[in-house]
């Protein structure tokens, strides 16, 4: 009489092609995300500070159209007042911003009605008294972007043609972020190996780099000369204002 294992012989340890197919796919699923990873998070920090600047632009615009000027354009001149900093790529004193709320009246054109006596609260002081920002918001709060950098809206002046361009500044971006925005809002180049003049043509500019250097009409975007190439930081200029723009380098 047959046994029950001579009927039923035991099965061999191991897997079989069809397990061992699925086990490559899993993990060439799970390489492909990892991999992958890191090109996602970055392309949504490009949306994400495009975003903000598409968005700060409506709503300085959206102050023009409610009161007749710009926020800050506190002589109604057509040029905000406040002046942009530009002594690094990286803003660590953050402007001056208000940390403790908004005081009655600071900032606004009601007390600060020269180029000379205003900083940099005027345009978010204009907005929150307009209702275009949460009035429960401070302006430190407000400015910060993704990066944990600051916003600044200003006007810069023109080295070639000495005209004045209101403007809205992004400091402390990774290079590779400022290049990304740039293609979002500009486009890319046209001409093939002219990538890097992307930071001195367009509406989106490079402005300031690590070493302190300000480019105020723009400049070709660095290459990789001192090692940190795309991850070194730049400060970039959005000339949201279209009727007023920096010259053609």
């Given at each position: 009489?047959?046994?029950?294992?001579?009927?039923?012989?035991?099965?061999?340890?191991?897997?079989?092609?069809?397990?061992?197919?699925?086990?490559?796919?899993?993990?060439?699923?799970?390489?492909?995300?990892?991999?992958?990873?890191?090109?996602?998070?970055?392309?949504?920090?490009?949306?994400?500070?495009t975003?903000?600047?598409?968005?700060?632009?409506?709503?300085?615009?959206?102050?023009?159209?409610?009161?007749?000027?710009?926020?800050?354009?506190?002589?109604?001149?057509?040029?905000i007042?406040?002046?942009?900093?530009?002594?690094?790529?990286?803003?660590?004193?953050?402007?001056?911003?208000?940390?403790?709320?908004?005081?009655?009246?600071?900032?606004?054109?009601?007390?600060?009605?020269?180029?000379?006596d205003g900083?940099?609260?005027?345009?978010?002081?204009?907005?929150?008294?307009?209702?275009?920002?949460?009035?429960?918001?401070?302006?430190?709060?407000?400015?910060?972007?993704?990066?944990?950098?600051?916003?600044?809206?200003g006007?810069?002046?023109?080295?070639?043609?000495?005209?004045?361009?209101?403007?809205?500044?992004?400091?402390?971006?990774?290079?590779?972020?400022?290049?990304?925005?740039?293609?979002?809002?500009?486009?890319?180049?046209?001409?093939?190996?002219?990538?890097?003049?992307?930071?001195?043509?367009?509406?989106?500019?490079?402005?300031?780099l690590?070493?302190?250097?300000v480019?105020?009409?723009?400049?070709?975007?660095?290459?990789?000369?001192?090692?940190?190439?795309?991850?070194?930081?730049?400060?970039i200029?959005?000339?949201?204002?279209?009727?007023?723009?920096?010259?053609?380098?």
């Amino acid at each position: 009489m047959k046994t029950t294992s001579s009927i039923f012989p035991r099965r061999q340890g191991g897997f079989t092609m069809v397990e061992l197919a699925i086990v490559l796919v899993i993990a060439g699923i799970i390489l492909a995300a990892v991999l992958k990873g890191p090109d996602m998070i970055n392309k949504a920090k490009i949306e994400r500070v495009t975003a903000d600047l598409k968005g700060l632009q409506g709503m300085l615009l959206e102050h023009e159209k409610r009161t007749g000027r710009l926020p800050g354009d506190c002589n109604e001149n057509g040029i905000i007042e406040f002046v942009s900093f530009t002594q690094d790529a990286i803003d660590n004193n953050a402007h001056g911003y208000n940390t403790i709320g908004d005081p009655d009246g600071a900032g606004r054109c009601e007390t600060f009605a020269t180029a000379e006596d205003g900083d940099a609260n005027l345009v978010w002081s204009d907005l929150r008294k307009a209702n275009i920002v949460d009035p429960s918001r401070t302006n430190i709060n407000l400015t910060k972007h993704t990066l944990s950098d600051f916003y600044a809206v200003g006007s810069i002046t023109s080295t070639q043609t000495g005209s004045p361009v209101n403007t809205i500044v992004a400091y402390g971006l990774p290079l590779w972020l400022a290049k990304g925005i740039d293609v979002a809002l500009d486009g890319p180049q046209s001409t093939p190996g002219e990538e890097l003049l992307g930071g001195a043509r367009g509406r989106v500019r490079l402005y300031a780099l690590e070493d302190g250097t300000v480019t105020e009409d723009g400049a070709a975007w660095p290459e990789d000369s001192v090692g940190s190439g795309d991850y070194q930081f730049v400060a970039i200029t959005y000339q949201f204002d279209t009727r007023m723009v920096l010259p053609v380098l």
